[in-house]
């Protein structure tokens, strides 16, 4: 029997392990393509040699080496722990400070093998998004929390744990910094480049900061998005039913699709390309029913669309030869869009339709520059049957995956004749003016208890604190407030849990505080049996700055710069996160957006109480104050309200110019 206590606390083995094989019933990373030159391969081997004694380096170099050479990695597979890796209770964890046994719960959870998408290349989701570059790095960081005290931080350089270094109770224990690159050098090959160094990763967004949560965490968002696209095209809809909603992808975030579809009550046609994704989903019963024929599956959403069906159905296939199908048999779809890891096009983010996708994967690495090709080419096609069922009246937008980007880039006929993408982003109609602007998102918490038990406690108190919040909340936010109180009374009943005990919740600035309040008051009464863990999805208000995605309706030119992401992590930091999340990239790709999240943990004392008070006001109103100063109108309204609630807070407000004024300007 191993000790779990023991095996984290020795770090890296001082004798070198057995070797290891590859298990090949996980989903494991696409091989990366041979971009370093021979004297950076000796590098990298150099580089990663520096985790380990002298005495390990004759086996270790030439394994490292061949690592390199078939993977076009290191992800040192040999040490890879006995153990399983998984939340459990934190008092399980090895510790000296219980908010780093708090770290080890979340970002063990991570890189759980039901939770991750390649989880012995330490991959969460989005093909690309790292807890660590490598096992070495994920040893000794846990060492270091099992050890340190609440007077150290310790510092996390893209995985590379850099050390404990003395600080304050009130300072993060971590803090973690993702592929911040200097700006010339952040363009996709310099990821992949110095990703194969060893000396930079891909966070994405909750997978390098310890917050992923499982398909849930975007399961609420998607439903919020399908609910209101309903509503933007049909005055009469409450919800999806009789719609029928057509996407790709199954895969970490994408796979919560077909489930917020039905929670929304529509009929929800996800294409997936990967097999091996398409049948764990539908095994989880997060996809009703699965087809390869296309025209039984166009059938059977016929047919449920006339009976106002619920229902989730996957094609086995790629996304385009879907869309061309109904193009064909001129079938009227209500909502379209488009899940695939368009962030990551040249490096199995999006397959070229044609091909198999073993065929696809293995030209990657034998013909990247054909792949590129292919990809471009499918993206053309795709491009060109949205646009003829846009035409013949169904609504497209961008999910935030950067398709209008890539398909742009590709040369599709994707833009107005101003320059303009033809289709909206999810954020510009409707995530943004709906629910950013007034300072709703992707809250979330987990029980550091592990228990079932608790995470139902929390969701009637959460419950409870909305209903009564509700009450009272002026009527421009009343429809958000009662989606986030139906979902929260049905997430019990919808079953999402998949590995940490967790749950998400779109809510406001005061939603969030009051909610975290009264979880506090019941630790500390003891009526729950254990801390919690508060955070957020990076895909927030105020945590990233992406002009594609997050901040796509900020329409002032300050969509280019990325002061608010930053000044947002910097501000947690000091007003009590335990831990700080700042990443280069993360959804629409590497230089594309600047993100960041904080993890605090709340365990009933009154430290807690003022640490969550200080910290998720600013957390919330540091983004509506930018985006009020972006003259959003939605986000003007919300400053207001928080002014009042709090006259500490004075934020600079913008005045309106004339268009009449400055249209009669000589320029
Ligand atoms: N839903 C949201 O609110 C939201 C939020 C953030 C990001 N995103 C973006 O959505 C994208 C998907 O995220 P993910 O975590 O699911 O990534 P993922 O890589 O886990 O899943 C994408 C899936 O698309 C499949 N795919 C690729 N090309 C295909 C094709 N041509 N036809 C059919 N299937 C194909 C892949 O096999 C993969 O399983 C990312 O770019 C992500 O940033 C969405």
């Known amino acids: 029997m191993i000790n779990l206590k023991q095996a984290i606390l020795q770090g890296i083995p001082s004798e070198i392990p057995t070797k290891r094989n590859i298990n090949t019933s996980v989903s494991h990373a696409p091989n990366r393509k041979n971009i370093l030159n021979k004297e950076e391969k000796k590098l990298a081997i150099r580089n990663a040699l520096r985790y380990f004694p002298e005495h390990m380096h004759t086996v270790l170099a030439p394994e490292f080496a061949k690592e390199l050479k078939t993977y076009g990695r290191i992800y040192m597979y040999r040490f890879m722990p006995d153990y399983k890796i998984k939340a459990r209770h934190l008092e399980e964890f090895p510790h000296k400070s219980k908010q780093a046994a708090a770290l080890q719960m979340m970002l063990s959870n991570n890189l759980d093998e039901a939770i991750a998408q390649h989880p012995e290349e330490l991959i969460t989701y989005g093909g690309n998004g790292s807890v660590f570059q490598n096992w070495a790095q994920y040893l000794i960081c846990m060492q270091y929390l ?24 009130d300072a993060p224990r971590v803090v973690v910094t993702n592929g911040m690159m200097i700006p010339n050098y952040s363009k996709p090959d310099d990821w992949e480049k110095f990703n194969a160094l060893g000396v930079t990763q891909y966070g994405q967004m909750t997978a390098g900061s310890f917050m992923y949560i499982g398909p849930q965490g975007i399961v609420h968002g998607t439903n919020i998005t399908l609910l209101n696209a309903a509503r933007k095209i049909d005055a009469r809809a409450e919800d999806l039913s ?89 079938i009227h779809i209500e909502i379209g869009s488009d899940q695939t890891s368009l962030h990551n096009p040249w490096a199995g983010g999006y397959y070229p339709v044609g091909m198999s996708y073993d065929d696809a994967n293995e030209m990657i690495v034998n013909n990247p520059e054909k792949f590129k090709k292919e990809v471009q080419k499918t993206l053309i096609r795709h491009t060109n049957a949205i646009n003829t069922l846009s035409e013949r009246g169904m609504y497209f937008f961008d999910y935030g995956n950067a398709f209008l980007l890539e398909a742009s880039r590709a040369n599709a006929d994707i833009l107005k004749p101003n320059g303009d993408f033809k289709y909206p982003s999810y954020v510009q109609d409707i995530m943004g003016p709906m629910c950013f602007d007034y300072g709703f998102g992707p809250f979330r918490w987990v029980c550091a208890s592990n228990d079932a038990k608790d995470l139902v406690i929390t969701d009637r108190i959460a419950c409870e604190v909305l209903e009564k919040l509700m009450h009272d909340s002026p009527d421009e936010i009343k429809l958000q407030m009662s989606d986030n109180i139906n979902w929260i009374k049905a997430a019990g009943e919808n079953k999402m849990v998949v590995g940490s005990q967790a749950r998400i919740l779109y809510a406001d600035s005061e939603g969030r505080m009051k909610i975290a309040e009264a979880f506090n008051n019941a630790i500390a009464d003891g009526t729950l049996s254990a801390p919690v863990v508060l955070g957020r999805d990076h895909h927030d208000v105020s945590g990233t700055d992406s002009p594609f995605r997050e901040t796509s309706n900020i329409y002032d030119g300050s969509q280019y710069t990325a002061d608010m992401a930053i000044q947002n992590v910097i501000g947690d930091s000091f007003r009590g996160a335990t831990w700080v999340s700042i990443h280069n990239g993360g959804g629409v790709g590497w230089g594309e957006v600047i993100n960041g999240g904080f993890g605090m943990l709340i365990d009933g004392s009154d430290d807690s109480d003022r640490k969550l008070k200080s910290m998720l006001f600013w957390d919330v109103n540091n983004g509506i104050s930018r985006r009020s100063w972006a003259r959003n109108k939605e986000a003007n309204f919300a400053i207001k309200r928080a002014m009042k609630m709090n006259p500490d807070l004075k934020v600079t407000m913008p005045n309106s110019a004339d268009d009449s004024l400055i249209n009669s300007l000589d320029l």
């Open 242 to 330: 009789g719609k029928i909603f057509i996407t790709a992808g199954l895969g970490g975030m994408s796979g919560a699709q077909p489930k917020a579809g039905v929670i929304a009550k529509g009929i929800c046609i996800v294409a997936e390309i990967n097999p091996q994704a398409t049948y764990k989903r539908h095994e989880q019963g997060w996809v009703d029913e699965v087809y390869k024929d296309l025209d039984k599956l166009l059938d059977r959403a016929i047919t449920a669309r006339t009976n106002k069906e619920a229902v989730s159905i996957a094609y086995d296939g790629n996304i385009v030869d879907l869309w061309e199908r109904v193009v064909e048999r001129n």
């Open 146 to 169: 099992a050890e340190m005290n609440d007077e150290q931080t310790l510092v996390l350089y893209s995985g590379h744990p850099m050390g404990l270094f003395p600080s304050h109770k």
